[in-house]
């Protein structure tokens, strides 16, 4: 999508501090981190939010969740403990509207989150 930020990233327009890429995904570091590890793990394909997903694209998702998991554990994080949200529309805080997995980690978080 053209004037898609995250597309952008996909395609090499803009080039994020990216930590993992494989024909599916990207994973980057959040520009405006709010931990000390802050990733955003993206579908090379544009799906808006989270209301967008088709039926079959649930692996698609797992394979995000599988990424964070692994970038996690990678950091050492695994048994420390981390957290992995995705934002839906206007009250959930969603600001880019390509969905991202948010993996975060490194402090202590509370629930429930604000
Ligand atoms: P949302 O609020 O949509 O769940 O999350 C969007 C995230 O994208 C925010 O955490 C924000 O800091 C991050 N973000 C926005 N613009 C950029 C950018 O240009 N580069 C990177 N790396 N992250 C961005
Ligand atoms: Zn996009």
Redesign the pocket.
Known sequence: MDDC?FCK?VSGE?T??SVYEDDQVLA???????APL?V?VIPKVHIATLNDLDDDQGPLLGHMMHTAIKIATGEGYAERGYRT???CNAE??????HI?L?LLAGRPMHWPPG
């Open positions: 930020l990233m803009i994020p501090d980057f570091r959040d520009i405006n981190p709010q802050h955003l949200v995705i934002n959930a805080g969603q600001s880019v509207f991202h948010h």
